[in-house]
């Protein structure tokens, strides 16, 4: 079971956000997920004062790249050059299986890249694959 995680989910599509979080909580029904629909919104709630912020630490976010107002590649360059937001954890979910955005996404120490059609409609492999991640994480040392 995930245990002190949160997940922000940056998605503007509301089915998919909806099936992201209804896969997750089949998963790990007490983790908290906090949502935001463009990339600005997330870095205003990543940037927020701890006390008031909904979102805790340790986190994971759950990205995806074609947005409006701050695309997901633009949201990836400011989050790795910024001091106190540098080591988040961010995987790709988008529905761009381009080359090019994969590779733009990897340079940016992204921690994993799916494209949405490749998941499936249950997500059941984004959920595993972020129990397997939680698991890891919580043998290190």
């Known amino acids: 079971m995930i245990k002190n995680l949160n997940i922000l989910l940056v998605e503007d599509d509301d089915v998919a956000a909806e099936a ?20 600005k919104e997330a870095l205003d709630i990543l940037r927020a004062d701890e006390e008031y912020s909904p979102l805790k630490r340790p986190l994971i976010i759950l990205l995806d790249l074609n947005m409006p107002v701050m695309n997901g590649l633009e949201f990836l360059e400011v989050v790795r050059t910024s001091s106190d937001l540098k080591d988040l954890v961010i995987f790709v979910l988008t ?4 080359e090019t955005d994969r590779t733009q996404a990897y340079y940016h120490n992204v921690a994993g890249y799916m494209v949405k059609s490749a998941v499936g409609p249950q997500f ?7 129990l397997s991640y ?7 040392p």
């Not at 209804?22 to 997920?33: D, E, F, G, Q």
């Not at 529905?95 to 381009?98: E, I, L, P, R």
């Not at 939680?134 to 290190?140: I, P, S």
């Open 134 to 140: 939680q698991t890891a994480v919580e043998m290190t």
């Open 20 to 39: 992201v979080v209804r896969s997750l909580s089949k998963v790990a029904p007490n983790i908290p997920i906090v949502l935001a629909t463009h990339g």
């Open 95 to 98: 529905t761009s299986d381009s």
């Open 124 to 130: 059941s492999k984004l959920a595993s694959l972020l």
